[in-house]
Nanobody
Framework: VQLVESGGGLVQPGGSLRLSCTTS????????MNWIRQAPGKGPEWVSV????????YYADSVSGRFTGSRDDAKNTVFLQLNSLKTEDTAKYYC?????WGQGTQVTVS
């Protein structure tokens, strides 16, 4: 099983990034996919989930209205569009179906 997050980087407040998570080794289309982030010195924070099938999405209050999740089951990939970024969004972002984890991608807003 592999999950590879990408798309992070350094961005100014108000900017945007698009994170991707490409997966292999499990039946991606059957799984809801979560984005979790962890800021330095803090515990993990759930950010969003996109369900399988219809792709219903849910978001943490802290990102609702600014972040948008999507998925491409044909490419076994999940995305997270980050808009109107704030300094408090700085964290390492991970995608996970709950049992497998990638290495994360760093988002720094400064």
């Amino acid at each position: 099983v592999q999950l590879v997050e990408s798309g992070g980087g350094l961005v100014q407040p108000g900017g945007s990034l698009r994170l991707s998570c490409t997966t292999s080794g499990f039946t991606f289309s059957n799984w809801a996919m979560n984005w979790i982030r962890q800021a330095p010195g803090k515990g993990p924070e759930w950010v969003s989930v996109i369900h399988s099938g219809g792709g219903t999405t849910y978001y943490a209050d802290s990102v609702s209205g600014r972040f948008t999740g999507s998925r491409d089951d044909a490419k076994n990939t999940v995305f997270l569009q980050l808009n109107s970024l704030k300094t408090e969004d700085t964290a390492k972002y991970y995608c996970t179906p709950g049992v497998y984890w990638g290495q994360g991608t760093q988002v720094t807003v400064s």
